[in-house]
């Protein structure tokens, strides 16, 4: 099979070689809060790779930091994960396997590569060294293993308080991997694990965990970010010393960063927590529920992940490559209605019927979407913005003694302006051209070549809602590395007393539309609005 990225190079050796029969693969998130959509991009390549070679892929709750992690975060993620099309085969829990792991950390101690050490973090932060500088041995490495063991298993009985010991690899302090400098392995915690309860107080550390995990579920490519590669001698040390039954190895690649988004939970927890938005599901967040609740289609955010690739080094994408996805898929497949954002009453003083219906297509390049239908009285709405006192120079909409084509319908030529007591225009007195309507062939009348088309909505069988649209949540950055908390756009929703056509009226949550002329727009449920997906436009070429 062709790789796609150098991820599935190595996996097409393994399975040449006979090194592996099939692929197994897992996704880990830590439940500390909600997925973005850097997960997003972790999921399509684990996911995908078990697509692709009729594998397995696991979820595995990594959580074995019991004072962030909260059963909320694990329902939120298996919504999400399920939500983008992906099923997992073994639903599982670093926590599962805490009697396991226990137990790798005795064999440790039995070969002499562990010792319970008597420093405290910050003593052990004080004889780590720096990058330049090799650490010093801490004077507990010489602990008998008879010691250890008793020690160890007094740790986790109880017997010694919060932080007073550790149990740690016993690597090498010279090393100038400082992940290889002795790291702790263990510490005293006590804190209610949302799974295991208060059995436990003590908790493995990451670089113990998780290379023993992925051995224990038989993971053959454990794929991660690059921020792991400092990482991977000491993934190799605790699989090559714990005898363990499966040889797993780590694959690193570039994290996702995305311009104006905040990548990061811990930050995006912060937002939340500092109401800075409505919550993890606001449609600003680059979370996968803000993005679910924005409007973005499963379909678009794993187009998304497939397009941009696997690259092996950072780098910081374009928000509008993302933006470019959503609004292809809605291009495709979202119904044509017509709204106005800020109305503006027109009268057409020569309409003399009551009313009349027109047809307007679904979709102007896809007839199997049908049709559905549009009044038209005297009284009707434009937007604000499609009137001008004072019109730049090429302006196609409407001006005073202008024209303009309301769209399905007829060419309307603007008489008179009517002025509110702040003097804004408040009405437009137009007449309509009866023999000009949508259809008939008329436009071809040189006179009205330049018109311009406008949508509108009929006054006497309007839909009021209310309609949002959002900025991004950070501002550019002014000088390189500014903090993002010194970014928030202060000011990233805006909201309308909107009027759209009638069929609008029965439209389910959730459902999404193009308004003809502004973008893409869905309605929340949460808010009861209609919120802009994605604007109709950018010059920006994927
Ligand atoms: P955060 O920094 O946002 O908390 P994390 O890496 O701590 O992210 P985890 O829950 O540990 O979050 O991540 C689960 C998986 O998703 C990991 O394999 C991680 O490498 C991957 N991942 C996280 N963020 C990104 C990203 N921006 N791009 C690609 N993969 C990511
Ligand atoms: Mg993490």
Redesign the pocket.
């Known amino acids: 099979m062709e790789a796609r990225n150098f991820i599935e190079e190595f996996i097409n050796a393994d399975l040449e070689s006979g090194k592996i029969s099939t692929t197994q693969t897992r996704f880990p ?2 439940p ?1 809060g909600y997925l973005h959509i850097g997960h997003a991009k972790s999921l399509c390549i684990n996911f995908g790779i078990k697509e692709k070679y009729q594998g397995l892929c696991n979820l595995r709750f ?1 959580d074995t930091n019991p004072v962030k992690e909260d059963i909320e975060y694990v329902d939120a993620i298996k919504e999400d994960i399920k939500w983008l099309g992906f099923d997992w085969d073994r639903e599982t829990y670093a926590s599962d396997f805490f009697e396991d792991l226990y137990n790798m950390a005795i064999v440790l101690i039995k070969k002499g590569l562990a010792f319970v050490c008597d420093y405290t973090a910050d003593e052990i932060r004080a004889t780590r060294g720096n990058l330049v500088e090799g650490g010093k041995d801490s004077p507990s490495k010489t602990r008998s293993i008879e010691e250890n063991l008793d020690l160890f298993a007094r740790m986790r009985a109880g017997e010694f308080p919060d932080g007073s010991k550790t149990l740690r690899a016993k690597i090498d302090m010279s090393s100038p991997n400082m992940n290889m400098r002795d790291p702790v392995i263990y510490r005293i915690l006590r804190a209610t694990h949302h799974r295991t309860g208060d059995t436990w107080c003590i908790y493995p550390m ?1 670089d113990f965990t998780h290379p023993l995990c992925d051995a224990i579920e038989s993971i053959t490519h454990s794929i991660c970010t690059l921020e792991f590669e400092d990482h991977r001698p000491a993934y190799d040390w605790f699989v090559h010393n714990c005898d363990v039954n499966f040889v797993p190895h780590q694959y690193e690649f570039a994290r996702l960063n995305i311009t104006k988004c905040i990548m990061s ?1 811990r930050y995006l927890k912060k937002l939340v927590d500092d109401k800075v938005v409505e919550g993890w599901d606001d449609p600003r967040m680059p979370t996968i529920c803000g993005l679910r609740r924005r409007g973005y289609t499963p379909h678009s955010l794993r187009d998304f992940c497939e397009r941009i690739g696997v690259a092996k080094s950072n780098s910081e994408l374009d928000i509008r490559n993302l933006e470019a996805c959503v609004r292809e898929d809605l291009n495709a497949n979202a119904i044509r209605v017509m709204a106005v954002l800020n109305p503006l009453k027109v009268t057409l003083t020569n309409y003399n019927e009551n009313s009349e219906t027109l047809t307007v297509a679904n979709h102007p390049g896809n007839p199997d979407m049908g049709d559905h239908e549009v009044t038209f009285t005297k009284d009707l709405f434009i937007d604000k913005d499609d009137f001008s006192l004072t019109p730049p120079p090429k302006y196609r909409r409407l001006i005073k003694g202008g024209f303009v084509r309301l769209k399905g319908a007829y060419i309307i030529q603007c008489n008179d302006v009517v002025l509110d007591e702040k003097g804004e225009v408040c009405e437009l007195l137009c007449e309509y051209l009866p023999e000009t309507k949508s259809g008939s062939g008329h436009t071809a009348d040189p006179q009205f070549k330049k018109v311009g088309t406008i949508q509108f909505v009929d006054a006497n069988n309007a839909y009021e809602f209310t309609a949002r649209e959002y900025e991004y949540l950070l501002n550019d950055e002014e000088f390189a590395g500014q903090d993002f908390s010194e970014r928030i756009n202060t000011d990233s929703m805006h909201e309308y007393k909107a009027v759209g056509e009638a069929y609008l009226k029965d439209a389910q949550f959730g459902s999404r539309f193009q308004f003809m002329r502004m973008g893409y727009f869905i309605k929340d449920e949460k808010s009861d609005t209609f919120g802009e997906i994605v604007s109709l436009k950018d010059s920006f070429k994927l």
């Open positions: 998130p830590e500390n990594d990451y939970k």
